[in-house]
């Protein structure tokens, strides 16, 4: 079997979970993109007014409560993403098991057994850092998007601060 084919079919054992937990990766670097362009608003309205004016009560408002959605991305995530990784190691481990049990008693373990045990702790976990890390390079690839077409970010950050 092909790596991908492994990835995939693990995948859809739990597909809403796993879907999750990449929705919320690139969430994060997303939130972070629109974070950096209410800081850059705000320290550009801060020159011009001489006092606390509507606009940037509404800057100031606007930074609170993204990083408030911020820290709510970063707790869903850092519940959800785990529970993608036990969920790949867990059942990788059965699988490995059942199939170790499926032997005859004299071929079961051809390895020593502390090979066995290192490919049930090691292993496993490789495989779910494999799924972390494809997502980190997902919402990486769409933080470098919208970095790189800073105008359409920027369009978004001003039509959240426009009435």
Known sequence: MKTYQLLWRIVRYQPRVFLLSALFTAIFFFSRVIF?????????????????????????ALLVSTAAVRYLIMLGGGLVRPLSFFITQSLLRR?????????????????????????FQNDTENVANMFGWTY???????YTHLRAHKTDSYLVCRLLLEK
């Open 136 to 142: 980190a390079a997902i919402g990486l690839c769409f």
């Open 36 to 60: 950096g362009y209410i800081i850059q608003t705000f320290f550009n309205i801060l020159p011009t007014s001489r006092h606390l004016s509507p606009m940037l009560w509404q800057v100031i």
């Open 95 to 119: 699988n490995m098991l059942e199939r170790i049990l499926e032997r005859p008693g004299a071929q079961a373990l051809s390895d020593a057994p502390g090979a066995i045990i290192n490919s």
